[in-house]
């Protein structure tokens, strides 16, 4: 019998078996919140405020949307739940959550912690794979200028700098087998990001696929972006890495589009974004001899669309060629199905202190409320869940 027709996402008991009645009643409390457009961004503006004059939220926020889609401030509290996903065959993409480095200060701090992380993921003896953004190393504006024209001066400097230390985490990765994946960001500072992660891979990735791009089918040339790379590691001789994803940054794209009287650079509708995730899942089996895909989708068909081509292609399913991941708080019902029917499925997990980790949670709720459904499906399983209980008592 074919994989695809084992899999099944519909029963969800076992997703919520190790959270207590009142968590499960707080995530339902989160949702119903998220789901709702205007208080999403009432709530956003508010966050972004309070933080800027420094009012002590703190403590609400970390006990609420912060401890449902974050790991922990620190790795002694992260590696609670890694060990919790562990005991679920699930392994973890562990992410120091910061982005958007202004000064060299901020810069080597992120830097620090990713070594720390890295560390961390080599001794913990645990499914782990490390993630950051290169934005958290240098200031995105010095990324954006090398998108476009070459550097000069004290950007030179900056940016040569951000090179060596990657080409050191690339061999420290390396070196102790550790796969390490490169986040994706804006569409204006992408350029230099992929320069310098296909470098990293031409290094570190000729016998196994260390580093991963990350590539975002949202965006309307997503598809040529992954036939690209995929040409070029070809000519090269370098295993590719790809994390797929839809992306993370939908607002944002469109309104910087719109204010500089510009196309927007994403499809315009869910549908086409959805096809053209799915026509990426084909072009890297298409190509899997050279090309490893780690698909990261919420999106239960696409997880679905894989298994069959790999059925259908008679591609032997491994965590080599192909894995799966959802973000922490998210799909539980698709990760811990796919890790009850053997997947390598691994849960995106980033961490940090509350106020560092605040510009990913705001982009956390204002794309899941853009994106048609996706609360909605989350909290109609959450009260799925908690009447299953009641009826059970």
């Known amino acids: 019998m074919k994989r695809r027709d084992l899999v099944s996402f519909q029963n969800v008991s076992n997703n919520f078996s190790d959270i207590s009645d009142f968590e499960l009643v707080k ?9 709702q457009k205007i208080l999403t961004k009432i709530g956003s503006f508010l966050l972004k405020n309070a933080l800027r004059f420094q009012f002590p939220i703190k403590f609400f926020i970390k006990n609420s ?3 449902l889609f974050c790991g922990g401030e620190n790795l002694v509290e992260v590696s609670k739940s890694v060990e919790r996903f562990e005991k679920q065959g699930i392994g973890v993409i562990l992410d120091y959550g910061a982005e958007r480095a202004t000064s060299m200060q901020e810069a080597n701090l992120a830097y620090n912690k990713i070594l720390e992380t890295i560390e961390y993921g080599i001794k913990s003896n645990k499914r782990i794979i490390i993630d950051f953004k290169i934005s958290s190393l240098l200031n995105p504006a010095i990324l954006e200028k090398k998108s476009i024209s070459a550097l000069k001066d004290t950007d030179l400097d900056l940016y040569e700098e951000l090179r060596k230390r990657l080409l050191y985490i690339g ?18 500072i992408q350029a230099s990001i992929d320069e310098l992660t296909y470098e990293l891979m031409s290094i570190n990735n000729k016998i196994a696929c260390i580093v991963y791009n990350t590539i975002q089918m949202y965006r309307i040339d997503g598809p040529n972006l992954l036939k690209t790379a995929i040409e070029q590691s070809k000519q ?6 790809v994390k797929l994803v839809r992306g993370a940054y939908m607002e944002k794209e469109r309104e910087r589009a719109a204010s500089a009287n510009l196309p927007s650079p994403i499809w315009k509708d869910k549908n086409e974004t ?9 072009i ?12 990261a989708s919420h999106n ?29 708080g998210m799909s539980d019902h698709i990760t811990f199905g796919l890790a009850k029917w053997g997947f390598g499925v691994y849960k995106y997990m980033p961490y940090g202190k509350v106020n560092d980790i605040m510009p990913y949670l705001i982009r956390r709720a204002e794309e899941n409320t853009s994106v048609a459904g996706q609360t909605s499906r989350e909290l109609q399983l959450i009260k799925n869940e908690i009447a299953r209980r009641k009826s059970v008592r």
């Open 65 to 67: 949307i912060y401890q």
């Open 27 to 35: 995530r339902r409390v989160i949702f119903a919140f998220i789901n």
């Open 274 to 282: 959805d096809h053209a995730f799915d026509q990426g899942i084909k």
């Open 300 to 328: 239960e068909q696409s997880v679905l669309n894989m298994i069959q081509l790999m059925d259908e292609m008679n591609i032997e399913y491994n965590n080599e060629i192909g894995t799966f991941a959802q973000l922490m």
């Open 284 to 295: 890297c089996l298409d190509n899997y001899a050279t090309t490893r895909i780690c698909c």
């Open 236 to 241: 090269k001789g370098y295993i590719l890495g």
């Open 171 to 188: 061999d420290l990765c390396r070196s102790n087998n550790l796969p390490v994946m490169i986040d994706s960001e804006e569409s204006w």
